[in-house]
């Protein structure tokens, strides 16, 4: 990956809908050669998808909750059962496999209290959480989808 490929990615990081010319003359290169690194890029999985980025206050679903999950269960057959739970729970927008105390972080975005209470009761029938513990953002200082790319 070049400076070009980089370029290109920043640009697509920052404004998706961008178009091929908008792109070309920002980065320098024609657009058949700029058009042919983009498709590179997408390919190789470095690009993964353009999607849109939504407001989760304009559509009432401000409350964020980060879900830390302890289990004493660490067998495949628990994992998969909790990843089907994560993938089918549209509450859920990230989640990971944690080292140190946290055994699994989740983080939800729903649109209140209410709405987090029935969530929380559907993951704990899950079963096999030795501990579940929920921290509520009262600000969101930083948010960015954009991977560095260093220089």
């Given at each position: 990956m070049?400076?070009?490929d980089k370029h290109i990615l920043s640009l697509?990081?920052?404004d998706a809908s961008l178009s091929l010319a908008e792109i070309s003359e920002k980065v320098g290169?024609?657009?058949t050669p700029c058009w042919r690194r983009i498709q590179q890029l997408e390919?190789?999985?470095v690009i993964r998808k353009k999607v849109a980025l939504l407001d989760s206050e304009?559509?009432?679903v401000g409350l964020t909750v980060f879900v830390n999950l302890k289990t004493n269960q660490h067998n495949p057959d628990w994992l998969n059962s909790v990843k089907e739970f994560t993938q089918n729970a549209v509450e859920?927008?990230?989640f990971y496999r944690m080292s140190g105390d946290t055994d699994y972080l989740m983080k939800v975005l729903v649109h209140d209290m209410k709405a987090y209470d029935e969530f929380y009761q559907r993951l704990i029938s899950q079963a096999g959480f030795?501990?579940?513990s929920s921290s509520f953002a009262?600000?969101?200082i930083k948010y960015s989808t954009e991977i560095p790319l260093g220089s």
């Open positions: 070049d400076n070009f697509l990081q920052k290169l024609s657009q390919k190789s999985g304009k559509l009432d859920v927008t990230e030795s501990d579940v009262m600000e969101q």
